[in-house]
């Protein structure tokens, strides 16, 4: 399943623990839209939490080690 470019801004956000609200504030979104964002992901990527999103997100290369900005 192809993950979209939005898609993985929010997952490296979630994954350098920013909060809903922040996402949404950093990328002039809804937190509605970041939530359907986190669903979506969930559901692509086969998931149940969002610690197993960022397992799978580091292991397919996904989210980047560099320092966050």
């Given at each position: 399943m192809?993950?979209?470019?939005r898609?993985?801004?929010v997952?490296?956000l979630?994954?350098y623990?920013?909060?809903?609200n922040?996402?949404?504030a950093?990328?002039?979104?809804?937190?509605?839209?970041v939530?359907s964002?986190?669903?979506?992901?969930?559901?692509?990527m086969?998931v149940?939490?969002?610690?197993g999103?960022v397992r799978?997100?580091?292991?397919?290369?996904l989210?980047?080690l560099?320092l966050?900005?």
């Amino acid at each position: 399943m192809k993950i979209s470019d939005r898609e993985k801004e929010v997952l490296y956000l979630i994954a350098y623990e920013h909060t809903t609200n922040e996402i949404a504030a950093k990328l002039y979104l809804s937190t509605h839209t970041v939530i359907s964002h986190r669903k979506n992901l969930l559901w692509k990527m086969d998931v149940r939490n969002v610690a197993g999103l960022v397992r799978k997100g580091f292991e397919r290369g996904l989210i980047d080690l560099k320092l966050q900005s």
